[in-house]
């Protein structure tokens, strides 16, 4: 009877210490998929061919390809190994101390694979210029946000078929001012990599889109 009761503490004990565990990869392995890629976007149309100065040469024209550290730019298609992002339709509710920020990130998958992603998650603002001058953070999508502008977010975990490109709506409250940078973490199950996409909210000034 007492080894029975000592097996019963001892199972309970384990399941008590283990338990968190599972809790926690089953967090992670719904935290979408991760990507290692290099992050990369060629503009559609090259720069024009250029005379070498002197010379008859005619240079030939140079395509754009921004990658990291440089920032992208709004509608770039940043293209990270089978998956494509684009930032799109940022718009700004102002407010006195705060202000609520939507925007749009559309996403293609083009591997072979699904490819799972938790866009609240994973997509946040990191940069605002308020008028006192640019502040760095977190900002990252909530559903109380949406509701206090009337817009349907997408909060959920979700999963694109090969060949399936879907736009999501996400909104944060952040800093009183203009949304400078918008930041991806391709990596979300690994809490020490700073492996993500940034944004800055402008039209790309070296090519045409």
């Known amino acids: 009877m007492n080894e029975t009761i000592h097996k019963t503490i001892l199972w309970r004990s384990i399941y008590v ?3 968190p565990i599972f809790m926690l990869l089953a967090v992670l392995a719904c935290a979408g998929t991760g990507l290692f890629d290099t992050p990369s ?16 040469t005619l240079l030939p024209a140079t395509p ?26 940022v718009t700004v509710h102002p407010d006195d101390l705060y202000a609520i920020y939507a925007w749009t990130l559309e996403v ?8 799972e992603i938790f866009p609240a ?6 940069e605002v210029q308020s008028p006192y001058g640019e502040v ?7 559903q109380s946000a949406a509701d206090e502008v009337g817009i ?16 999501f709506e996400l909104v944060a409250s952040a800093s009183a001012g203009d949304p400078v940078q918008f930041s991806f973490d391709l990596t979300p199950t690994i809490t020490d990599d700073d492996r993500v996409i940034t944004w800055v909210n402008q ?3 070296f090519c045409a889109l």
């Open 41 to 56: 976007f060629t503009c559609p149309t090259a720069m024009p061919p250029t005379v070498l100065a002197g010379t008859p």
């Open 64 to 89: 754009v390809v921004i990658m990291p550290p440089m920032d992208f730019y709004m509608g770039d298609a940043v293209a990270v190994g089978s998956v494509q992002f684009r930032l799109l339709d």
């Open 152 to 167: 349907s977010a997408d909060m959920d975990l979700y999963a694109l078929a090969p060949n399936e490109t879907r736009q």
């Open 203 to 205: 039209s790309n000034p």
């Open 136 to 142: 760095s953070g977190v900002w990252s999508a909530s």
């Open 17 to 19: 210490l283990v338990s």
């Open 121 to 126: 998650s994973q997509m946040f603002i990191s």
């Open 108 to 115: 293609s998958n083009r591997g072979q694979e699904d490819y």
